[in-house]
């Protein structure tokens, strides 16, 4: 496919994700600048992000380090907001707060004292989602919602870790609004401790309008956006 014709392809696909966006805020009552659509780039080239970048998306998701460290090096001067929305591991704290402006996918006290380091070390303000486990199924990563006050506490300690909000990957077969309607919860209960932590980073390609639905303010696109991704083995 040449680079004209995947630029319309993701041109479309974006203006139907937007209409997806626009009319779950219709059926709600809700704003569509109450919400930042994260495009997650993961698997796809820095060609696309580029070409999402001309049709104004500023906010790209990835879950590797190494393949995020490359693009966000590609395009350091593109004015994009890098989101690590993926499991991180405590080693790759320091290549992480290079260049990310959030991670979504803090669930641990190691991993807030690594990052707060690594974003000293950077001389960088990183946003920061705790991410919460909302069935006890570990490959997806969280916390179990009992554990969010005290990493929420740790992270709000810290001078270059800014507690913004919490976030979730809703089990595979899992009723996305029992999920969502648990997770705004658990955020409305942080923000009696932390009212500035507002953010709800919820909602992928199949269930965005049920994510908008239950209060997300962060929604994190892949599939719709850029098309199925090959099966990464690793
Ligand atoms: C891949 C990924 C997404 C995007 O998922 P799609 O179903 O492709 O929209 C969102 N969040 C996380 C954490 C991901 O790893």
Redesign the pocket.
């Known amino acids: 496919m040449g680079a004209d014709a995947r630029a319309i392809e993701l041109r479309r696909n974006l203006l139907t994700v937007e209409a997806r966006l626009a009319q779950a805020c219709a059926g709600v009552g809700r704003r569509r600048d109450e919400l930042t659509l994260i495009a997650?780039t993961?698997t796809f080239p820095v060609d696309d992000v580029v070409r999402l970048a001309r049709l104004g998306v500023r906010d790209i998701?990835e879950?590797r380090d190494q393949e995020a460290a490359a693009k966000a090096a590609d395009l350091t001067d593109a004015g994009l907001r890098w989101h690590f929305?993926?499991q991180l591991q405590v080693n790759k704290c320091r290549s992480v707060a290079q260049y990310a402006s959030a991670v979504?996918?803090v669930d641990r006290l190691r991993l807030v004292d690594a990052l707060a380091r690594a974003a000293d070390a950077a001389d960088r303000v990183i946003d920061v989602f705790v991410q919460v486990d909302l069935d006890g199924e570990p490959t997806r990563g969280g916390a179990p919602a009992a554990f969010v006050p005290e990493l929420a506490g740790r992270i709000a300690s810290t001078s270059r870790l800014h507690l913004v909000g919490v976030m979730t990957?809703p089990p595979l077969h899992a009723d996305a609004r029992a999920a969502f309607d648990r997770l705004a919860t658990i955020s409305a209960d942080l923000r009696r401790e932390h009212p500035e932590a507002a953010a709800i980073s919820a909602g992928?390609?199949?269930d965005l309008e049920v994510a908008v639905a239950a209060g997300a303010t962060h929604v994190?696109?892949?599939?719709?956006?850029?098309g199925g991704?090959p099966r990464v083995v690793r």
Not at 220 to 226: E, H, K, V
């Open positions: 997650v993961k998701g879950n929305v993926g979504h996918s990957v992928m390609s199949r994190r696109i892949g599939t719709a956006l850029l991704r």
